[in-house]
Nanobody, 119 residues
């Protein structure tokens, strides 16, 4: 069974940093696109960052220059380094695995990890 287990969330002050991790199992990780999404209370879930199996990345405009997505295929893990955090970054962050080498609309979700940024 596919499992995506997020970790690294928590409470930080504005301007601080967090590093989220997502450990994947049950998939051929190295062949799959991976992504991070987030959902704030009362809001729609939105794409934050994505990375193809080849390592190409894309970011939401709201996090460009502050967040970095990366992957370690030897550990079946995708990371989201979050710097210069803002209160508006507060959300539940979800790991996403595509069924394909790029991030298409078919895949799996992790359980989510809470990120809270205080002002």
């Amino acid at each position: 069974q596919v499992q995506l287990v997020e970790s690294g969330g928590g409470l930080v002050q504005a301007g601080g940093s967090l590093r989220l991790s997502c450990a994947a199992s049950g998939i051929v990780f190295a062949t799959k696109a991976m992504g991070w999404y987030r959902q704030a209370p009362g809001a729609q879930r939105e794409l934050v960052a994505r990375i193809t199996s080849g390592g190409n990345t894309n970011y939401a405009d709201s996090v460009k220059g502050r967040f970095t997505i990366s992957r370690d295929n030897t550990k079946n893990t995708v990371y989201l380094q979050m710097n210069s955090l803002k209160p508006e970054d507060t959300a539940v962050y979800y790991c996403r695995s595509s069924r394909y080498s790029i991030m298409l609309d078919d895949g799996y979700w992790g359980q989510g990890t809470q990120v809270t940024v205080s002002s």
